[in-house]
């Protein structure tokens, strides 16, 4: 069964720092560009950042470039995302995605991320 | 990276058809061929079910039809039932970035 499950979600202090991982399984997942996308609390949906399959190609918004860091271990079969200088607006439920060209086709349920002092 | 224009609500009775639009400009939505469409029940992860304008993954009912003409996308969902109801959210590739549209609450009346 195609699977992926986030984790490293928490309370963090504004300025602080996280790193969520999203562990994937019953899929080939070199073959696959991965995403992360967020939902604040009762808002919509908000692409955070893509990293493409084997080359490993990286995009952000531009609400968290350079502040957030998106990589991928194919041998462990794992996207993660190292979040830097966190802020209260980065207060969310973060989802990590397959998919590319804004096409996700399989979702994690999230883990959720909430910077306050 | 603005985000794509949704109307916040829409609906429809039981067995009616309702459209939802999305707005966004010629650097993303009519830009390119990659517009999906997700469904959201409450407390539930997004749900694929129209991706590059037009297409069907599998599973979902061809009661769901997705559409574009110039900056616009729409997603048409034909005998509505009691389980459509839900947030619906567009989204659109822009190049280097993908951006979502704020979402349409589709309320089954």
């Given at each position: 069964e195609v699977e992926m499950l986030e984790s490293g979600g928490g309370l963090v202090q504004p300025g602080g720092s996280l790193r969520l991982s999203c562990a994937a399984s019953g899929?080939?997942?070199?073959n696959y560009a991965m995403t992360w996308v967020r939902q604040a609390p009762g808002k919509g949906l908000e692409w955070v950042s893509s990293i493409s399959g084997s080359v490993g190609s990286t995009h952000y918004a531009d609400s968290v470039k350079g502040r957030f860091t998106i990589s991928r271990d194919n041998s462990k079969i794992t996207l993660y995302v190292q979040m830097n200088?966190?802020?209260?607006?980065?207060t969310a439920l973060y989802y990590c995605a397959r998919g590319r060209y804004g096409t996700y086709d399989i979702w994690g349920q999230g883990t959720m991320v909430t910077v306050s002092s | 990276q603005s985000a794509l224009t949704q109307p916040p609500s829409a609906s429809g009775s039981p067995g009616q058809s309702v459209t939802i639009s999305c707005t966004g400009t010629s650097s993303d939505v009519g830009g390119y061929n990659y517009v999906s469409w997700y469904q959201q029940h409450p407390g539930k992860a997004p749900k694929l079910m129209?991706?590059?304008?037009t297409k069907r993954p599998s599973g979902?009912?061809?009661r769901f039809s997705g559409s574009k003409s110039g900056n616009t996308a729409s997603l048409t969902v034909s005998?509505?039932?009691?389980?459509?109801?839900a947030d619906y959210y567009c989204n659109s590739f822009a190049g280097t970035s993908v951006v979502f549209g704020g979402g349409t609450k589709l309320t089954v009346l």
């Amino acid at each position: 069964e195609v699977e992926m499950l986030e984790s490293g979600g928490g309370l963090v202090q504004p300025g602080g720092s996280l790193r969520l991982s999203c562990a994937a399984s019953g899929f080939t997942f070199t073959n696959y560009a991965m995403t992360w996308v967020r939902q604040a609390p009762g808002k919509g949906l908000e692409w955070v950042s893509s990293i493409s399959g084997s080359v490993g190609s990286t995009h952000y918004a531009d609400s968290v470039k350079g502040r957030f860091t998106i990589s991928r271990d194919n041998s462990k079969i794992t996207l993660y995302v190292q979040m830097n200088s966190l802020r209260a607006e980065d207060t969310a439920l973060y989802y990590c995605a397959r998919g590319r060209y804004g096409t996700y086709d399989i979702w994690g349920q999230g883990t959720m991320v909430t910077v306050s002092s | 990276q603005s985000a794509l224009t949704q109307p916040p609500s829409a609906s429809g009775s039981p067995g009616q058809s309702v459209t939802i639009s999305c707005t966004g400009t010629s650097s993303d939505v009519g830009g390119y061929n990659y517009v999906s469409w997700y469904q959201q029940h409450p407390g539930k992860a997004p749900k694929l079910m129209i991706y590059e304008v037009t297409k069907r993954p599998s599973g979902v009912p061809d009661r769901f039809s997705g559409s574009k003409s110039g900056n616009t996308a729409s997603l048409t969902v034909s005998g509505l039932q009691a389980e459509d109801e839900a947030d619906y959210y567009c989204n659109s590739f822009a190049g280097t970035s993908v951006v979502f549209g704020g979402g349409t609450k589709l309320t089954v009346l």
